[in-house]
């Protein structure tokens, strides 16, 4: 069944189509869609439901809704920006007003007293009750109103300058093609008799144009069984082409690092055993160096799970074989206390650790780039500027990406490339993150990576109490963190960012520590913001790791990874407005030596029901995978991975919090037929991905 061959809308321009030139042609590039058979799969967003009126009676604010009435008044408001306001009444016996705030004087001409409106838009709370700010609207004479519609109206994902008529119609126009040439089954019949889902003529057909007979209510849940194909269908090519980036890396050189006998001299030094989770996701990279072939795997532990102490360990076997490690952390906070550590563990070992960054004198940095260079220098620490610059590594073996989430699919890839060594060998890459990625959502945006889970955190670690209070008791907060450092103890007070301006976002911080000071003068404040220098922000780090302060005031600069272990409470004010996940990095901070800790999360009342709901979660759990799935639940995805990260992510019709219980039924059939029909995966890919991005060359 070769799928890709006879199919002439896969070929067809668009600007064979009527009514498409040049110019709309290329608007509609902008949208991904090149040929007739995109137009297809260009899926609606969303229904409108104009097949049932509601009466006014019954609207609730917030609710998109077809309605029906009398026009009872029409007038134009006084007011600087006039506006045209067209007063109907229904069956109902309520009342409902239009607002207009463009129109045309021919258009307030139209509406006469008697007649009849039909009206489709959102329904707001106005001045004078419930009102439609720019409905679509038709008008009719009483006694004569045409018949509803029998179809649900699809709404298509737009751009600028094309808007909805125009896609709808070319759309019409691919589907009576469709007809004529209709597409070759891609999917398997016994995949499809399996899940039971219709063949893909037949689906395309129903998103488009629902007919009466489907079931309207299904299709408004994206639960009617030839949408499940269609996002099965798409799934499944994601699926598909993250299995292909694998084996194209698997099918690369990489250099091969044995087993080391210094690594264990640094097990044997350490002050502790490594638990067992550590040990197994230790074993597997063990394994993945010693192969041939590019590890690309990504270990998840959790905040405090001890991620470092492995990182130290591969970079270890890797040096012990002669080669360069490059550790990339996201910040310079991050890579200077990398750096510490590195130093402490592999110097005695007679392993030499550089650094690299933006604030080293021109003579420091030359002599550390000639290090690197001449692979003096076998363990180079830094931010993404390690590959920016004019870093020359000589024999690059593994890079270390420490906290992931910063770091998106494209940035991975590229990074990929520029580090690739002469004899046409790959480094090894390992991955580390600290925000728990719930299953299904790493089978999507990290399927391409082996994953390695540190499930265990090390042992004597008390939970974190965690308390929700309003932002009426920060004084009373305040006090008991003064009485608190009094008593020895170290804080972190987060002020997260409010405005979108790291001006305002440094300022809350400072008047805060300006608070602090002026109310307990021998209380020892610190402060630290995104807008210090790079010396400040490392003397201030290094103050409060030596206990020369008590409080660390900070905006979420402090977010990743930093490690002051006698630190044992954190305030993080508007908590409301972070996202769990981050508020678990944060709380993240504290918890990591062996006094009981605590956090209170401070909330700006009134909080709304989910609100509540988040924060209640927060209190209750200290397990970053729980946490993680009820922020997908919450927030969705584009949250947990960060925006940047999204960015290869964007399906047609698939969303990954809506379809989750698909990703794995998708990833399972993808590693069948990756076997078994191989010519499947071309033809997926033409018609999901196409020429919009090309993973297969990535
Ligand atoms: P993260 O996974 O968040 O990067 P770190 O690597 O910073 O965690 O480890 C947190 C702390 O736990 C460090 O002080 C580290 O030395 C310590 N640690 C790591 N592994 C263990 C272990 N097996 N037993 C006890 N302490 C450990
Ligand atoms: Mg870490």
Same mark, same amino acid.
């Given at each position: 069944m070769p799928a890709t061959d006879n199919q002439p809308l896969a070929q067809q321009k668009l600007t064979s189509l009527k009514g498409v030139g040049d110019k709309l042609a290329e608007k509609l590039n902008r949208l991904g869609l090149f040929v007739v058979q995109d137009l297809l799969f260009h899926l609606p967003l969303r229904y409108q439901d104009k097949t049932k009126l509601t009466p006014i009676a019954n609207?609730?604010?917030?609710?998109e809704a077809l309605i029906e009435g009398e026009i009872i008044s029409h007038h134009m408001t006084q007011s600087r920006n006039s506006s045209l306001i067209v007063k109907l009444v229904d069956e109902s016996s309520q009342t409902l007003s239009c607002r207009f705030f463009h129109f045309h004087y021919r258009q307030a001409q139209q509406f006469k007293r008697g007649q009849i409106l039909r009206g489709y838009g959102e329904v707001r709370s106005g001045p004078s009750g419930l009102e439609m700010v720019h409905p679509a609207y038709q008008l009719f004479p009483r006694d004569n109103t045409p018949p509803l519609e029998q179809t649900l109206t699809p709404v298509y994902p737009v751009t600028e300058g094309l808007g909805q008529p125009t896609l709808l119609k070319l759309i019409q126009q691919a589907l009576t093609l469709l007809k004529q040439y209709p597409l070759a089954e891609a999917l398997p019949p016994h995949l499809l008799d399996?899940?039971?889902?219709?063949p893909i003529n037949e689906s395309l057909l129903q998103l488009h144009q629902p007919q009466p007979e489907d079931d309207l209510f299904l299709i408004k849940q994206f639960q009617h069984p030839a949408q499940k194909r269609l996002i099965l269908e798409e799934l499944l090519t994601s699926q598909l082409s993250l299995q292909l980036l694998r084996q194209s890396e698997k099918q690369r050189q990489a250099p091969i690092f044995p087993p080391s006998q210094i690594a264990n001299q640094l097990l044997a030094s350490?002050?502790?055993?490594?638990?067992?989770?550590?040990?197994r996701v230790l074993d597997e990279i063990r394994q993945d160096v010693n192969q041939p072939h590019p590890m690309q795997r990504l270990v998840q532990g959790d905040v405090g799970s001890g991620k470092t102490v492995i990182a130290a360990l591969a970079a270890i076997q890797a040096a012990d074989a002669g080669y360069q490690v490059a550790i990339m952390a996201p910040t310079e906070i991050l890579a200077e206390q990398h750096r510490n550590h590195f130093q402490e563990w592999l110097e005695p070992l007679g392993i030499p650790v550089a650094w690299l960054n933006g604030r080293m004198k021109a003579a420091e940095k030359r002599f550390m780039l000639a290090q690197i260079e001449s692979n003096e220098a076998k363990v180079i620490i830094g931010t993404h500027a390690l590959f920016q610059e004019s870093v020359t590594f000589n024999r690059l073996g593994l890079?270390?990406?420490?906290e992931q989430h910063r770091f998106g699919v494209h940035q991975r890839l590229a990074l990929h490339d520029k580090s690739q060594l002469d004899d046409d060998t790959h480094p090894h890459q390992l991955i580390m993150t600290a925000t728990p990625i719930p299953r299904t959502l790493a089978m999507t945006a990290y399927g391409d990576l082996d994953l390695s889970i540190i499930d265990e955190l090390p042992p004597g670690r008390q939970p974190i109490d965690t308390a929700v209070l309003n932002n009426q008791k920060r004084f009373e907060v305040m006090e008991h963190l003064y009485a608190q450092c009094k008593a020895g103890v170290q804080a972190y007070w987060v002020c997260p960012l409010i405005e979108e301006s790291e001006l305002l976002h440094a300022q809350?911080?400072?008047?805060?520590a300006q608070q602090f000071k002026d109310h307990w003068? &021998?209380?020892?404040?610190g402060l630290i913001h995104g807008r210090l220098k790079g010396d400040e922000k490392a003397?201030?780090?290094a103050a409060f790791q030596n206990h020369e302060l008590d409080l660390l005031v900070a905006t979420t600069v402090i977010e990743v990874g930093v490690n002051v272990p006698n630190a044992s409470l954190m305030i993080i004010e508007n908590a409301e407005r972070l996202g769990l996940a981050q508020l678990h990095q944060l709380r993240g901070r504290v918890g990591r030596g062996h006094k009981k800790s605590h956090c209170v999360l401070l909330y700006q009342a009134p909080l709304g029901e989910t609100g509540k709901a988040r924060l209640n979660i927060m209190r209750d759990t200290n397990d970053g995978f729980r946490i993680a799935e009820e922020d997908l639940k919450l927030r969705g995805p584009g949250e947990i991975l960060g925006t940047r990260q999204t960015g290869g992510l964007q399906f047609r019709i698939a969303d990954l919090k809506r &379809?989750?219980?698909w990703i794995p039924v998708a990833k399972h059939w993808a590693e069948t037929l990756a076997v078994s029909d191989p010519d499947i995966v071309d033809a997926l890919h033409t018609r999901w991905i196409g020429e919009r991005m090309d993973y297969k060359h990535a």
């Open positions: 609207l609730f604010i917030g609710q399996e899940l039971q889902l219709p350490l002050p502790f055993e490594l638990t067992g989770a550590q040990q890079v270390i990406i420490d809350a911080a400072e008047v805060t003068p &021998d209380l020892r404040v003397e201030m780090m &379809d989750q219980e």
